[in-house]
């Protein structure tokens, strides 16, 4: 299943899952109040909620069924409990670092490595990305993600994969020259990417993937084109790291919630710091970012200048 949050043309948000593609099923209405309106709260009991979704049996004409061309897709969870993204897929992580004269570390290769970014700045598809006033050097970052549907804590990489819910494209975006100068702190990222993260355009369930799994992931080719030019190129399945590993870091200690985005880092030539000046210029206002991978859509966001925000 597709799951979606989207906004009627009488300005109500709702969510549900899409119905062959064309239609999105309002889930809260078209269960008669059995499901809830939002897919946090459908996250608490994702199991239960999940079952109860499959044995609607829904049509297009059905209360609560609505074309696409009627709704307006947001961010499939336009608030998520928490947002961790990881440094997960070594072509990335090697290429990126000897582009700014650095050698890999050995701590990189002994446990996967994540920063905490800003939850309360999600962008959904179509949606326009604000460049921060001081950025010259903004970038995008062509990613996986996994949505947390089970509480949990110590969870081990064999046993993770019952506390996925599903996957969806996520776009890290970032302000690289504020990036470079906090980070000589030595205190990660901060102000260099906790101005937007867009994910979408829906979540698919864990369980649509499974036919193609492969190695530590699954074969997704994911590309990222801008204004059209196709940049970057890649796929999931060269992952260094598994979700599962990734899960396993995350909840040592620490219990993990229902609504928790886990990020997978980008991956290999999945965004300009990689790639280089000489193959694209930094982004600027007017250029459409559009990200792909297989089976979970297609994520196209737009620059603004600061100046043109409403």
């Known amino acids: 299943m597709k799951f979606v949050t989207f ?28 499901l809830p309106n939002n897919l946090l709260d459908f996250l608490l009991n994702s199991k239960e909620n999940l079952k109860k979704a499959t044995l609607l049996p829904l049509t297009n004409t059905e209360i609560g069924v609505y074309p696409l061309s009627e709704l307006c897709l947001m961010a499939p969870l336009p608030v998520p409990r928490s947002f961790r993204d990881f440094y997960a897929f070594l072509q990335h992580v090697k290429t990126a670092r ?27 598809p179509e949606e326009e990305i604000v460049k921060p006033k001081d950025c010259e050097w903004l970038d995008y970052e ?30 890290d975006w970032s302000a690289r020259d504020l990036q470079s100068k906090e980070m000589k702190v030595g205190l990660g990222p901060a102000k260099g990417k906790d101005f937007s993260t867009s994910i979408g355009p829906w979540i698919v369930t864990k369980d649509e993937l499974a036919p193609f799994k ?46 928790e985005i886990i990020g997978s880092g980008t991956v290999g030539t999945g965004c300009l710091l990689e790639l280089g000046r000489e193959v694209h210029r930094w982004l600027a206002p007017g250029d459409k970012v559009k990200l792909e991978i297989a089976h979970l859509g297609v994520l196209q966001n737009t620059i603004i200048a600061g100046n043109e925000v409403k």
């Not at 009627?8 to 549900?16: F, N, Q, V, W």
């Not at 050698?103 to 962008?123: R, T």
């Open 7 to 34: 906004e009627k043309k009488d300005g109500t948000i709702s969510a549900g899952w899409l119905l062959n593609n064309d239609y999105a099923v309002d889930m809260y209405e078209a269960s008669g109040g059995k």
């Open 142 to 171: 062509l990613e996986i993600a996994c949505i947390i549907g089970k509480e949990g804590v110590n969870i081990q990489a064999d046993k993770a994969e019952e506390y996925i819910f599903g996957y969806c494209i996520l776009n």
């Open 214 to 259: 492969e190695g530590k992931g699954f074969d997704l080719p994911m590309q990222a084109h801008v204004n059209g030019r196709l940049l970057s190129n890649g796929n999931m399945k060269d992952l260094y790291y598994s979700f599962g590993e990734m899960i396993e870091r995350a909840s040592a200690g620490v219990t993990l919630y229902p609504g």
């Open 98 to 124: 000897e582009n700014r004269g650095l050698e890999m570390i050995q701590e990189w290769y002994e446990i996967p490595v994540f920063y905490f970014s800003n939850h309360l700045a999600i962008k959904g």
